[in-house]
């Protein structure tokens, strides 16, 4: 059946280290998109794709970096560059970025630094 | 600072009730608005979308409404039912694109 799904569940990350957060899709969505949840926030947009190899940043790029080298897949790297990565990550897509296109969202990997 | 508030947390309501949620804005430009739910351990799914030409958009238990004076939107479940019990997202987009702002979300519990 289609979805979203991202691994892992939960991720942990020490001082200093680069992670990377899998979102694969098989809804053959040309958008992507990723967000991260901090407690009593909402959502806030950290990239997003349109289409295979292009990507743009959204509202708080810096300290991720992201590739979108199959239109399956749109995993997030962590980067020692952030330096508050304890959040929530959600990976979502839809058909395209045209307003009212549905976002549908994955499950989320949650990541602590140790 | 946040462009789309759920000032609040928490709601409890009995089975049966109409339940309320609620959520302002401040950009005047978002003229896109809709509300997602999410089910621990899970991603939102998507519930119910506005657009700003109008001012109510009904879809079974769950209508939406849009108060553009007010930068105010709310959405109504009745009746409730325990299954509706969730965390409620409110968002909105603008210039016709795909970006959407989101709430900090409002966590709803259907009494039985």
């Known amino acids: 059946d289609g979805g979203i799904t991202q691994s892992p569940k939960y991720l942990f990350r020490k001082e200093g280290q680069n992670v990377t957060l899998s979102c694969e899709q098989n809804?053959?969505?040309?958008?992507m998109y990723w967000y991260r949840q901090d407690p009593g926030q909402g959502l806030r947009l950290i990239y997003y794709?349109?289409?295979?190899?292009?990507?743009q940043k959204g509202d708080i790029a810096e300290g991720y970096s992201v590739s979108r080298e199959k239109k399956e897949s749109f995993p997030l790297t962590v980067t020692s560059a952030q330096k508050n990565p304890t959040a929530f990550y959600l990976c979502?897509?839809?058909?395209?970025?045209?307003?009212?296109?549905?976002?549908?969202f994955g499950p989320g990997t949650r990541l602590l630094v140790l | 600072d946040q462009q789309v508030k759920q000032n609040s947390p928490s709601l409890s309501v009995q089975e049966g009730r109409i339940s309320i949620l609620n959520c302002d804005y401040t950009?005047?430009?978002?003229?896109?608005f809709l509300w997602y739910k999410k089910y621990p351990a899970e991603g939102p799914t998507f519930l119910i979308s506005?657009?700003?030409?109008?001012d109510k958009n009904e879809d079974g238990r769950f209508t939406v409404f849009l108060n553009k004076s007010a930068k105010h939107l709310s959405l109504h479940i009745v009746p409730s039912q325990p299954g509706d019990s969730a965390v409620y997202f409110c968002?909105?987009?603008?210039?016709?694109?795909?970006?959407?702002?989101f709430g900090s979300g409002t966590k709803l519990n259907v009494k039985p």
């Open positions: 809804l053959n969505h040309d958008a």
């Open positions: 950009n005047s430009m978002f003229d896109y």
């Open positions: 968002a909105a987009s603008e210039n016709n694109f795909n970006k959407f702002y």
């Open positions: 506005i657009s700003s030409i109008k």
């Open positions: 794709s349109q289409i295979v190899n292009d990507f």
């Open positions: 979502a897509s839809s058909r395209s970025v045209s307003i009212g296109e549905t976002q549908y």
